[in-house]
């Protein structure tokens, strides 16, 4: 059978021309909107200030988008998905017409390989490999997308709907901002490639926790606090000063709930000075701070600044005093701990034979995590002190000792009810999470021959138990009886 040479022609309309064009207007858009993607999230806020000090056009366009990316990645992404979206199913509609299914197929199959290269790959290779050059060039127009009342409220509703169809809160904000798992991505890879060493990694991973941190985890708790009655003379207290090696002690009336302000050690120096020794240290005492013990430490660092101030008090939910937080205790959040002359020389991590490590008992876990490379399990504690409790289920006795997953948990050091150190070993084979103590554990207890600070010398108006991160010193010998008043 002969085929009509008439009839294998393909009748082109206008309709079609127009169509065409949209086609190729849409994926120009596209590659526009994924450069522009690429590079607006790969310029920090730093440098595109930088570029605005310079003069450089749309620097300042620049400075808005990436000082709030959540207002502008998700209006880019929306429009990207509808340009390729809609470009799609043009060229499905128009192969189908002048050339029916298998033109269709092949149509999309083509049209599908221009887009990877054309829309996604290529103009997203030019923009990380010109980040600053692409995003100056795309800044006004995506800011102006983003003002665009109509386009912004679509976005958001989409948003709204998102987090209505999923279980939990959701993201107000949406999906497209980049996370703290991805920031810590990068961190790694930089290692892994020699970009950034192994220090600055662990302090961007410091920096991308200290949002999340409450005073609770960074306070001098409770017991290992120094203070001194208001009653004693400035001269005893001058003593708790040179023994401890402190600049500022908590002064309390009838009781560690009873914080009636801060001594400083130059205020009472100047005191004695004028004679004034036997003066009760009361008559000196500055206003001290009071901070919940959930208040973000973030925000207790800025107070601290703009209000200078280097010591407050922390108080729980009904006032009680709950510890104490200074400076160099958020400081050490970001930089780690660190120790001056007056610590006490006693490692804070001790490591074992077989790839444990001993800690303090007040450790962070999440920091005990990190050290092991563990996944010991979070709760209602804080420290490794606290999941020991909290499987124990009573006040352990010394080298007592608990499994958790695959490590064993042996309590050393115990002051009072207080578990001074914890040694932390990995142990194999079938057991459950709250074995007995074995001899093992107590006989490696038994060998721990390090100084064991004493926590709890209140006495007759001083309570002291070491200010600080360090076991404490002594406090100072009471008054004498005809001292008192």
Same mark, same amino acid.
């Given at each position: ?9 393909? *009748? ?36 595109? /200030? ?7 056009? #749309? ?11 959540? @207002?502008?990645?998700?209006? !880019? ?11 799609? *199913? ?9 050339? #029916?299914? =298998? ?13 990877? =290269? ?54 107000? @904000? ?7 798992? /991805? ?7 930089? =290692? ?15 920096? &991308?926790?200290?949002?999340?941190? &409450?005073?609770?985890?960074?306070? !001098? ?15 005893? !207290? ?46 000196? +005492? ?45 400081? /050490?959040?970001?930089? #780690?701990?660190? %120790? ?26 999440? @920091? +005990? ?22 499987? +124990? ?8 000792? %608990? ?21 932390? *070993?990995? /142990? ?11 001899? %093992? ?28 991160? @360090? ?15």
């Amino acid at each position: 059978m002969v085929v009509p040479a008439a009839s294998l022609a393909v *009748t082109v309309s206008t309709t079609d021309v127009w169509i065409v064009l949209a086609v190729a207007v849409l994926l120009a858009m596209a590659a526009v909107l994924a450069a522009a993607e690429t590079a607006l999230t790969r310029v920090s806020r730093p440098r595109a /200030e930088a570029l605005a000090d310079e003069g450089r056009p #749309g620097a300042d366009a620049l400075v808005q988008l990436v000082a709030r990316p959540e @207002q502008f990645v998700t209006t !880019v992404v929306l429009l990207l998905l509808v340009c390729q979206i809609v470009q799609a *199913t043009l060229v499905g509609i128009l192969a189908d017409r002048l050339f #029916g299914v =298998v033109g269709m197929v092949v149509a999309i199959t083509v049209d599908l390989v221009i887009v990877f =290269v054309v829309a996604e790959s290529a103009p997203k290779t030019r923009a990380v490999l010109n980040s600053e050059r692409v995003a100056l060039a795309v800044a006004r127009p995506v800011r102006s997308l983003a003002q665009f009342a109509p386009l912004r409220q679509t976005t958001r509703g989409l948003i709204g709907l998102t987090n209505l169809i999923l279980p939990g809160k959701g993201l107000r @904000q949406g999906p497209f901002v980049s996370s703290e798992d /991805e920031a810590r991505a990068v961190a790694e890879l930089g =290692v892994d490639e020699g970009v950034i060493e192994e220090d600055e990694r662990a302090l961007i991973e410091s920096i &991308i926790e200290f949002g999340d941190t &409450i005073l609770r985890e960074v306070m !001098v708790p409770r017991p290992d606090m120094v203070t001194v009655s208001g009653a004693f003379r400035i001269a005893d !207290v001058m003593e708790v000063f040179l023994l401890n090696g402190y600049s500022r002690l908590p002064v309390c009336g009838d009781g560690l709930d009873d914080v009636i302000g801060l001594a400083y050690a130059k205020d009472l120096m100047g005191a004695e000075r004028d004679g004034k020794q036997d003066a009760p240290v009361r008559e000196l +005492v500055r206003p001290a701070r009071f901070v919940p013990e959930t208040k973000r430490v973030p925000e207790m660092l800025r107070e601290m600044q703009r209000d200078k101030f280097h010591m407050a008090i922390v108080v729980d939910e009904y006032g009680a005093t709950a510890g104490l937080v200074t400076l160099e205790d958020i400081i /050490e959040e970001l930089v #780690g701990e660190i %120790v001056d002359e007056f610590d006490v020389d006693d490692p804070i991590v001790e490591p074992l034979a077989g790839g444990g490590i001993r800690v303090y008992g007040r450790t962070p876990l999440d @920091q +005990v995590n990190d050290l092991l490379g563990a996944r010991l399990p979070e709760g209602d504690w804080d420290t490794i002190g606290g999941l020991v409790y909290d499987r +124990v289920g009573h006040v352990p006795v010394e080298g007592e000792s %608990v499994r958790v997953d695959e490590w064993r948990l042996t309590a050393q050091r115990i002051q009072g009810r207080r578990i001074g150190r914890v040694s932390i *070993t990995p /142990e194999q084979g079938p057991g459950g999470e709250d074995d007995a103590s074995d001899p %093992v554990a107590a006989d490696e207890a038994s060998r721990d021959d390090g100084p064991r600070p004493t926590t709890d010398h209140a006495t007759n108006g001083i309570a002291a138990s070491g200010a600080g991160r @360090q076991p404490p010193t002594p406090a100072s010998p009471p008054p004498r009886d005809d001292e008192r008043g």
